[in-house]
């Protein structure tokens, strides 16, 4: 079988699945098997050895059954980078990047600050954060062991092993304190809209990573309380929110003494991160 016939039966495939994407999926999954860049497998229609054959039923497979692309690829563009994923770990969304504009705001490229990252699962916040401000030292942190192991091989891709101080734990007992930031992207989904979420994130993602219990806003709540400890006076928290949350969450943080400096919105007109300072 060669280039052209696989991807038609591929795309067919696909197709009777409902995949948003039939064409493009199956054709990265194609660069994938013969490791080529997807322009040089639209150009060159050679024949496939059988283990690749194989090896392309075995992802389409995958795909067909909603795994998203991402883990299928086994790596995710965010911000300026590529970062390796699994299972084991959310998939970087565009969305989060409105985390890493804010925090750049408050973190001047000469100066030396300590920054800390609740809930680090693929690295690609603090990873890409340091890229841009080489100066600073961070410690990021999560409850999930297997998150952990990604974030430290993505900070060694991009040479910050020894920036990032990774520590697998949940943030309740993290003792370290006089950050001057703390940024999170916590998990905010409440239990009925889980329920309602794609087949692809609902099935494939860690719901560790999602679930932000009945109401959505038990970590966000708990990053939060821990913040006003862990956090310099006029240090900054900012963190990512669900786009009906801000007013629980701005709430809480009045309540723990938190002065709101920013409401930051998505691309998509939603509010989506809260830029704070621990006044006291
Ligand atoms: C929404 S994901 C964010 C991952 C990554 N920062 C990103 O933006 O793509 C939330 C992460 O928080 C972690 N987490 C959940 N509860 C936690 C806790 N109590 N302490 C530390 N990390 C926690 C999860 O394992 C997951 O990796």
Not at 10 to 29: A, Q, Y
Not at 109 to 131: E, F, P, R
Not at 162 to 181: E, G, Q, R, T, V
Request: hydrophobic share 35%; glycine share 4%.
């Amino acid at each position: 079988m060669n280039y052209i016939q696989i991807l038609k039966k591929g795309e067919n495939f696909l197709k009777k699945s409902k995949i948003k994407n039939p064409c493009l999926d199956t054709e990265l999954i194609l660069s994938k098997v013969v490791n080529k860049k997807r322009e040089e497998i639209l150009l060159n229609n050679n024949k496939l050895k059988n283990t690749d054959i194989i090896k392309f039923k075995n992802y389409l497979l995958r795909r067909f059954q909603k795994e998203p692309m991402a883990y299928i690829l086994g790596y995710k563009y965010f911000w300026k980078d590529k970062f390796l994923i699994n299972k084991s770990v959310l998939i970087p969304r565009p969305d989060t990047e409105i985390v890493i504009e804010e925090a750049l705001k408050y973190l001047p490229i000469d100066k030396s600050k300590k920054i800390l990252d609740v809930g680090t699962g693929s690295g690609c916040i603090i990873v890409s954060l340091l890229k841009e401000r080489p100066k600073c030292v961070a410690t990021a942190v999560d409850i999930s062991k297997k998150a952990i192991n990604v974030a430290k091989t993505n900070a060694k891709l991009h040479q910050l092993e020894n920036k990032i101080n990774f520590i697998n734990i949940d943030i309740d007992k993290h003792k370290s304190y006089n950050y001057d930031l703390i940024i999170s992207n916590p998990p905010y989904i409440n239990s009925i809209e889980l329920n309602r979420l794609d087949d692809d994130i609902k099935f494939h993602e860690p719901m560790l990573a999602l679930s932000g219990g009945s109401n959505g806003l038990s970590k966000i709540k708990k990053v939060i309380i821990k913040s006003k400890k862990l956090l310099k006076i006029n240090g900054k928290l900012i963190f990512e929110i669900g786009y009906k949350q801000k007013d629980h969450c701005l709430k809480i943080l009045n309540e723990n003494g938190f002065y709101i400096n920013k409401i930051s919105r998505d691309l998509s007109g939603k509010d989506r991160c809260i830029v704070s300072t621990k006044l006291q």
